[in-house]
């Protein structure tokens, strides 16, 4: 019956009979300028939508009889159900209306039922798992997807499902929603930011002024989370205004770039703020200065930061609406939606979006969470946007363009830029907390958190001190040993093991000269419960320098002659399974890539981490953070060594 209907429905649709109104629901008719964006990025969202969607359908639970599962998205990773999987919805009937296949409006269908038979509550909220018990502030997405798909594509839907769906949406929108999101801050962030977006959204689709309202009252506050002077949206802590011990707010880079600030700018560009669009236009440059030449967010140093995937984040939905509908304000806007897109599907095997560079080399299957969460983002990219017929240049990125070093005060981090070479360093000491799980930590103390190259790509990343589950239902397991990605030094005695990578009070000090830019840092090893090692109990000097044909890391004791014990310098180099590895000597270890030849030479025996690889036939270890292999690179520190360690790193 119901592809008979939808066969209907797209003969009238084809002679006129639906398009001329859009009518949905109760609603206005739909009536909106579109975007003008690149060739390029239209056709590669339009791309990655179908090969997503399609992707999900061969995924998509069907026909076992069982209601607790018909409808829902197998996910292969992470062994259970997502709650939100139904979000996926949207996308589908997109392709639907755009392709007019049926097979894509009965996926959207069976979405929208199973998530009604298994996650819906009473008090009109969907949980983000199918225990009842679990979280319910997800519904905001939910209910976002519902009314997009309502608002754009309604009308392939037949008058008694439509206005189901629509009853649906208004039980959402008017129950848990309404009574729980009063506030813009009641909880992380990007909640109450994307439903500045979502209420007005409502408002339009049920013609209900009350969400209006809603919508309104929130917005009127959020320009209060933003930093200066650069305009990072804080409020991803627990709590949201937490302040750390340098008195920093608690800033993520994924949850505001791939979602809270879209839904400030949808919002923005509904009304026709033209305030609140330029205040906006300056924290999205602000944020732009974190994406690398390649596209990728440089998440390392995030509150957030365990669910970095290099493109992003986890469970957000993608940097593309924010940046692309935008993008008259800053070319470059339109470029950093392009390049990230064209890393998303760099990432996308199988036809579903893997969390990280390296899943397909290390063979990790992907949590079907990314995809239908990015989906989404397509699908309203293409909705509000049309390609141009004039050719645009492209406008480099700032990270691709900057020379020297800048310091972000409010957060402690400092990017470095010098040739070809892009560094990020982080004492950030806002530290993520959760009822549940302790010693969650991101890269501070100092660290290195990321080297780029523009020619051969990043060749040093950061990953969590320790791999945790801060949301169980939201990250993969780690496969195999944890093995941190982050460059530092550690001593390990015993089951102890002490690293600056705990360390919240580093200090770090910059210069510049026309050959180099150095970095000097002075911290101390402390193990996960920021207790110092007794045997070494004075700190550590660990410098960075960064010159046009090389990156020196060296490590050595602050107090000399004063018996320290012995300790490591931890380099792991990112490199994908099946790279050439060649020990050159016991001091250099060459890894070939296919842009140039990376060199890794220091004035002590290196050594791979032995527990983690073999090193006759090198492997590699593998982060879920950000989602790459590595080369566990060691180089040790006895007393018969120099009194300082110093690792080389060079492309030729």
């Known amino acids: 019956m119901l592809r008979r209907e939808f066969a209907r429905l797209i003969s009238l649709v084809t002679l006129g009979g639906l398009y001329g109104t859009r009518q949905v629901g109760a609603a206005e008719p739909v009536e909106e300028s579109q975007k003008i964006i690149t060739k390029e990025l239209h056709a590669l969202a339009k791309d990655l939508l179908s090969e997503w969607c399609d992707g999900m359908l061969r995924r998509q639970i069907r026909a076992t009889g069982d209601i607790t599962l018909d409808g829902a998205l197998r996910c292969d990773a992470c062994g259970h159900l997502h709650g939100r ?41 969907w949980t983000t798992g199918t225990n009842p018990r679990s979280w319910r502030g997800t519904s905001i997405f939910g209910a976002i997807a519902r009314a997009e798909a309502l608002h754009y594509h309604g ?22 929603l309404y009574s729980g999101f009063r506030e813009i801050d009641f909880t992380n962030l990007n909640y109450g930011m994307t439903a500045v977006y979502g209420f007005h959204l409502f408002g339009r689709v049920l013609n209900d002024p009350k969400y209006t309202r809603r919508s309104e009252q929130l917005a009127a506050s959020a320009k209060e989370f933003f930093t200066e002077p650069n305009r990072l949206l804080w409020g991803e802590g627990k709590p949201n205004d937490n302040r750390s011990g340098r008195g920093l707010p608690a800033v ?133 946007t049309q390609p141009t017929e004039t050719k645009r240049e492209i406008q480099p990125l700032p990270r691709l363009s900057s020379t020297g070093v800048k310091h972000f005060p409010e957060l402690d981090v400092w990017l470095a830029s010098k040739g070809p070479w892009r560094a990020t360093v982080s004492a950030y000491d806002s530290i993520y907390k959760t009822k549940s799980t302790d010693h969650i930590q991101q890269p501070t103390g100092g660290s290195l958190a990321l080297l780029h190259h523009t020619r051969v790509g990043t060749v040093l990343a950061s990953s969590m001190a320790r791999y945790l589950l801060v949301e169980p239902l939201n990250q993969q397991p780690q496969p195999g040993q944890d093995f941190p990605l982050t460059t530092r030094i550690e001593r390990r005695v015993g089951e102890h093991w002490y690293t600056n990578l705990y360390d919240l009070e580093a200090t770090v000090t910059s210069h510049e000269t026309g050959k180099e830019l ?26 960075y320098c960064l010159q046009d044909d090389r990156v020196q890391i060296s490590a050595s004791p602050l107090t000399s002659g004063q018996d320290q014990g012995g300790f490591s310098l931890v380099v792991p180099i990112i490199s994908p399974s099946g790279e050439t590895v060649r020990f050159v000597s016991k001091t250099q270890i060459e890894i070939e890539k296919p842009e140039g030849r990376v060199v890794c030479s220091a004035n002590v025996p290196l050594r791979l981490e032995s527990n983690a690889i073999d090193q006759k036939s090198p492997g590699r270890i593998f982060n879920m953070v950000p989602g790459m292999e590595a080369l566990p690179i060691i180089a040790e520190y006895s007393g018969e060594n120099p009194d300082e360690i110093r690792v080389e790193i060079s492309v030729v």
């Open 252 to 384: 993520d880079l994924g949850y505001n770039v791939e979602e809270s600030l879209n839904g400030l700018v949808l919002y923005a560009l509904d009304v026709n703020d033209a305030s609140l669009l330029e205040f906006l236009t300056k924290s999205l440059e602000g944020h732009l200065q974190f994406m690398l030449p390649d596209g990728a967010w440089d998440n390392s140093w995030g509150t957030r930061s365990a669910k970095w995937s290099y493109w992003g984040s986890r469970t957000t939905d993608g940097c593309q609406p924010a940046y692309a509908l935008i993008a008259d304000r800053n070319p470059a806007f339109e470029t950093a939606a392009l390049r990230n897109a064209e890393l998303l599907k760099r990432c996308t095997s199988d036809g579903l979006l893997h969390g990280g560079p390296h899943y397909v080399s290390h063979q990790v299957a992907p949590c079907v969470h990314h995809t239908f969460a990015h989906a989404k983002a397509m699908a309203l990219l293409l909705d509000k």
């Open 518 to 543: 150095r970095f000097e840092v002075a911290t101390q090893l402390q193990d996960e419960d920021r207790q110092r090692d007794e045997a070494s109990r004075d700190q550590f000097q660990l410098n």
């Open 155 to 176: 009308e392939i839907l037949d008058e008694s499902r439509r206005n189901a769906w629509l009853e649906r949406l208004d039980r959402a929108a008017g129950g848990y």
């Open 85 to 125: 999987c139904s979000d996926a919805l949207y996308p589908f009937l997109r392709m639907a209306n755009t392709t007019k296949q049926p097979k894509y409006l009965d996926a959207a269908v069976a979405a929208f039922d199973w998530a009604e038979k298994n996650v819906s509550r009473e008090d009109g909220s």
